[in-house]
């Protein structure tokens, strides 16, 4: 079944018991509200953690820019719709060796010559090509955003925080989230002081 943003901040106002909008030009605050945070929200939630949903590759040729064999003198432009790269390899996967790079900007400088393959987190914007672990995830991020300014009560926030640990704990169950190396998370459990460490 297609769903829409409209359908997603539908879902986030529900959480509270609010009635819902029939379009985010609504001019009333729930909308406002919910197109103030939604794009920066989907990919905060998105950055956040490898989202197997959202892992990209691409081959990317590189430039080198002459300052010198064992540097960082192959420069790599970032895909248009990258996010955050992941850890780059020597053959592009994921279980691979590591090889030395910094980032830039859109940037991406290594030692190892082009071209090479970035797996990276995509800005996938269409709530079509999410994942529903993440949906859920995002509805309870939102929740998170607006749940003082639009009740004006305190305890809608920990019913909020509630519905995004429960759902971030879904997508850890479900491996809905690549797990390699140690992701540093800012869910609520871990300000809690919860921890999760991924082999």
Wanted: proline share 5%; hydrophobic share 40%; with cysteine.
């Amino acid at each position: 079944m297609a769903i829409t943003p409209l359908d997603v901040t539908n879902m986030v106002i529900a959480v509270f018991d609010e009635s819902p909008i029939d379009s985010l030009d609504e001019d009333v605050k729930a909308a406002r509200l919910l197109n103030l945070h939604f794009d920066q929200t989907r990919e905060a939630e998105l950055s956040k953690y490898a989202w197997c949903f959202a892992i990209l590759s691409a081959e990317v040729a590189g430039t080198d820019t002459g300052s010198g064999s064992c540097t960082l003198n192959w420069v790599y432009e970032l895909p248009a719709d990258c996010l955050r790269p992941l850890p780059l390899t020597y053959n592009g996967e994921p279980d691979g060796v590591r090889i030395n790079y910094r980032q830039e900007a859109g940037l991406i400088y290594s030692d190892q010559s082009s071209p090479r393959i970035i797996r990276y987190i995509a800005n996938l914007t269409d709530p079509n090509d999410w994942d529903a672990l993440f949906t859920e995830v995002l509805i309870g991020a939102l929740a998170v955003k607006i749940a003082h300014p639009l009740t004006h009560k305190s305890g809608m926030i920990d019913v909020a925080r509630s519905v995004y640990d429960r759902a971030l704990d879904a997508a850890f169950a479900a491996q809905a989230i690549q797990r390699s190396g140690r992701l540093v998370t800012t869910s609520w459990a871990a300000q809690r002081g919860d921890s999760r460490s991924f082999r």
